[in-house]
């Protein structure tokens, strides 16, 4: 959170009646003056808006490391308030917008627009990435410490879309970034390996003739970068991890005491690419959807805690962009109306994970490695009032014609999927109330 | 049968062998002076090439004309990276013409599949090669090939034949089809190319793999050579273009290792020194030229039966059918 970018919170008061918070038993809280006033079960107090939420979990609003908010460039496809309110939507109150924007967030100046486009748009806090390169061209380093220090305040710095494949370039983005307690977030991928590559490579490409993204080329990069990061002794985040030798990776660099965080998104936790047997790019993405046995060890990493994140990886694009063959469709999905209801199915309802667990996945452990002060607290009496107020019951297909995003290109349209976000708070403001959003700028 | 035919993975067997049964009926009428049927009269049949293909593109013409068909062929020219007007106005386009049936050649694996399955055109979607993915009628012509020599007669398959396929099967549509439908017909399918020139997952499909041609060609009936295109060396696939073809290639002295009845199978264009040397290519067992008219009858079979031709009638059709031409540069 930047202290700066405070904004007063409304005067309007509410009194949630008989919520879980994190799945325990049931209690009310009393959200004033942006934070969080009063636990308790029967809390007799007034409030402006009372919330019957019999049957809803509280959990810690929703820290999302990895959101493309297409603005500045591609405003047909997403800007930073149809984004920030498809964030609030999902039971976000704050995303990481990166930097593979048109002009690149590779300046100050860029990094600030953003920021500043979050701000006006009050939907949830917008904390941008900043590019590792000039141009995410992979030649030259950006000026890192000036996005640290400009308004924008970035500790995050990563060239996802592309790799930092030189590893000259990247021991020394490494480095640079401890300075100021900053982090390379890894987009890995090998850029020879995955020349001409459509989707993952194993029996389905075989079949279907399409140029394949071997598992290969995602775990070398990692292997070399968490040598890398223990060598210099930095801080390496791996963003969107899909394989299951990742994983395995990740787990050994952490056994080594190597400060090494990775995250998953929600589509590698459920899809498989026996998906792309119907050639509708609706699932193409990158990294590609993997194998069942990926898919299980991602589950089976995320609940261990090996993998640290959900990360939605939230990727707008046109309908014209995803309404073509497979070959030259734009890789990517949206993902951040969904993204809890796909936690709660892939992890809560399969028993590997409770919600308590859901918190620090989604909101604990995005925050601290992004380093957000105000996001990802703990659920407690004097705590900024960021939360999320979910129903677990609910089941029904998606429909995103009721997206906020302004893009279209869901994997799970007509797809029955659990829960549903009933309001998200935002330092004591319902950015979204009664599953709509909430109108910002003045009280409800 | 299905409406659309996009993968020979789509046809049972039943389905496979009514095919070759009709292009047996249907050949007999290439030795007759007159060669037309009035079965798809007042039927447009759209011919939509994304790629060059002379010899793919006249088969497909020549057996919509012998059945009457309206003819439009409709030549988009886009390369593989550039977009240029996309495949869904294009379909939207034929639709609006009324085409009943779309003859799809397409640079990008699953276009065919992108069209059949979409709203866009409702006619049947045949596919002319997509990619690395698919050539339907190219294998149906060869099962067609394979019948003929290796067990003729209406109603047989080709169960227990041993089929070798040879070359850059990691690239090739002709390969996907034929090891769909040989499978389907009760062959036996061993690939034989270097371990660079095969798809990571092999080991699943239903067939043989081997890296060593000589050892294979005793156990063949018939031996199917695929195109190696040269270009393939500069991807590190394989060394030399002479370390291939003394590996890989079809030569005399491995002719000679066949069995007697053997047959050799190209679906060409060859690459002559390459694939294979002139000495095979041009002897009595290369059956090249007999799979190019074996593909007319076969595609003729494939409109006709997709396109649900009213009577099976004789006689020569009666009005001249129409062909136009539209140039689509992207
Ligand atoms: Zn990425």
Redesign the pocket.
């Known amino acids: 959170m930047n202290e700066r970018s405070e904004r007063t919170s409304d005067t309007v008061s509410y009194l949630i009646r008989n919520a879980k918070i994190l799945g325990g038993a049931p209690q009310d809280l009393h959200l004033a003056d942006g934070v969080i006033r009063a636990i308790g079960t029967g809390l007799a107090v007034e409030a402006d808006i009372e919330i019957d939420a019999t049957g809803m979990i509280v959990l810690p609003g929703l820290v999302d490391l990895?959101t493309h908010l297409r603005e500045p460039g591609r405003e047909d496809a997403e800007t930073v308030l149809t984004g920030t309110q498809a964030a609030a939507m999902g039971g976000f109150t704050a995303v990481h917008a990166?930097a593979n924007t048109t002009p690149v967030a590779d300046t100050a100046g860029v990094v600030e627009q953003v920021w500043r486009l979050g701000q006006e748009a009050g939907y949830c806090d917008v904390q941008p990435v900043g590019a590792v390169t000039v141009g995410l061209e992979g030649k030259k380093l950006a000026e890192l410490g000036a996005m640290h220090e400009s308004a924008a305040n970035v500790r995050v710095f990563?060239d996802?879309?592309?790799c930092v494949d030189d590893a000259v370039l990247m021991r020394r983005a490494l480095e640079y970034v401890k300075a100021f307690d900053g982090v390379v977030a890894q987009?890995a991928?090998e850029p020879r390996l995955t020349e001409g590559a459509q989707m993952n490579e194993g029996q389905v490409s075989g079949e279907l003739g399409l140029g394949g993204w071997p598992a290969v080329a995602e775990e070398s990069i990692i292997a070399r970068d968490v040598l890398l990061a223990a060598h210099v002794g930095s801080r390496l985040h791996v963003?969107?991890l899909s394989t299951a030798g990742s994983v395995e990776i990740v787990r050994w660099a952490k056994s080594k005491g190597w400060d090494v965080t990775a995250e998953v998104t929600p589509h590698h936790l459920l899809l498989t690419d026996e998906m792309v047997r119907s050639y509708d790019p609706v699932y193409k993405v990158?990294?590609p959807l993997r194998t069942a046995e990926d898919v299980q060890a991602l589950r089976k990493a995320l609940a261990d805690g090996t993998i640290d994140a959900v990360a939605t990886?939230h990727a707008p694009h046109p309908a014209e962009d995803k309404d073509c063959e497979w070959a030259v469709a734009a890789m990517g999905m949206v993902g951040l109306e969904t993204a809890l209801s796909v936690v709660q199915q892939t992890m809560v309802d399969t028993g590997l994970l409770n919600w308590e667990g859901v918190a620090d996945r989604m909101s604990h452990r995005p925050a601290r490695i992004g380093r957000l002060s105000g996001h990802g607290r703990p659920v407690s009496v004097g705590e900024p009032a960021n939360l999320v107020l979910f129903d677990p019951a609910y089941r029904g297909a998606v429909n995103p014609d009721s997206f906020a995003t302004r893009s279209r290109n869901t994997p799970y349209k007509g797809m029955d999927l659990p829960g549903r976000v009933h309001a998200t708070f935002l330092r004591g403001r319902a950015t979204v109330l009664a599953g709509e959003l909430a109108e910002q700028g003045g009280p409800e | 049968m299905k409406r659309h035919l996009v993968s020979a993975a789509d046809l049972s067997r039943d389905d496979a062998l009514l095919i070759l049964d009709t292009a047996e009926e249907l050949a007999q009428l290439s030795g007759r002076a007159v060669k037309k049927l009035p079965t798809l009269r007042g039927r447009t049949v759209v011919n939509l090439f994304f790629e060059d293909s002379t010899r793919t593109k006249t088969s497909f013409e020549v057996a919509e004309k012998r059945l009457s068909a309206d003819v439009i062929n409709f030549s988009a020219k886009g390369s593989s990276v550039s977009k240029g007007e996309s495949l869904k106005d294009t379909a939207l386009t034929l639709q609006a013409m009324g085409a009943d049936a779309v003859v799809i050649r397409h640079h990008a694996s699953g276009a065919p599949a992108r069209l059949a399955q979409s709203d866009w055109l409702h006619g049947s979607v045949i596919n002319a090669g997509d990619g690395t993915h698919e050539h339907p009628t190219q294998a149906l012509l060869d099962a067609f090939t394979m019948r003929r020599h290796l067990n003729a007669g209406a109603g047989n398959d080709l169960a227990g034949r041993r089929v070798t396929i040879v070359g850059d099967v990691l690239h090739s549509r002709v390969a996907r089809s034929n090891v769909h439908l040989l499978t389907t017909l009760g062959a036996q399918v061993t690939f034989v190319a270097p371990p660079t020139l095969l798809p990571i997952g092999i080991e699943n499909w239903p067939c043989e793999v081997s890296y060593d041609l000589d050892s294979v060609l005793p156990k063949t009936d018939a031996l199917m050579m695929l195109r190696v295109q040269r270009e393939r060396m500069n991807a590190a696939f394989f060394p030399t273009e002479r370390e291939y073809s003394r590996r890989y290639g079809m030569n005399g002295i491995r002719m000679a290792q066949l069995p007697e009845h053997a047959i050799v199978m190209h679906p060409g264009p060859m690459v002559r020194g390459m694939e294979i040397t002139a000495e095979v290519a041009d002897s009595p067992r290369c059956t090249v030229v007999e799979q190019v008219a074996n593909g007319v009858s076969v595609r003729m079979a494939v409109l006709y039966l997709l396109l649900g031709g009213a009577v099976f009638a004789d006689g020569p059709a009666d009005t001249a059918p129409r062909t136009d031409s539209v140039e689509n540069a992207q």
């Open positions: 990895h990166m990563s996802d879309g592309k987009h991928q963003c969107h990158n990294p990886d």
